[in-house]
């Protein structure tokens, strides 16, 4: 009796054994997806920002060039060139964001005033 009731005994140590692997397996799965899903969060988190910058510097760019042009009468030429610039500034912010340009840092647009006080 005590012989089947120890092979009992190990028959559901190598069960529990099994599913304890089997589940581990399925937790490290479950944690690799919860990885994948939060980087892809990240990125369109990061693709909201692009773009809403970009499309922001344009619409600011053509809403200037349309004030100046309607207080001025000058047509469509201060719409025109504003919303160029407004393009280029959204592109430049772009290419800040991802990292293809870098910021000036602050102490350098000092050094720069400290050059140019000394100058004159």
Not at 21 to 31: I, N, P, V
Request: glycine share 10%; aromatic share 6%.
């Amino acid at each position: 009796m005590t012989d089947n009731r120890e092979e009992s005994l190990e028959e559901r140590r190598r069960r529990l054994a099994a599913e304890l692997a089997q589940r581990g397996t399925a937790d490290k799965d479950e944690e690799r997806d919860e990885i994948r899903a939060e980087e892809t969060r990240k990125g369109y988190g990061m693709a909201m920002k692009i773009s809403s910058e970009f499309v922001s510097a344009v619409i600011v760019g053509a809403i200037i060039g349309y004030l100046f042009d309607h207080f001025a009468g000058t047509g469509p030429w201060g719409m025109i060139v504003m919303l160029l610039l407004g393009f280029c500034a959204g592109v430049l912010n772009v290419m800040r964001t991802v990292g293809m340009v870098a910021s000036p840092h602050p102490a350098d647009r000092r050094m720069d005033f400290k050059n140019k006080g000394d100058d004159l």
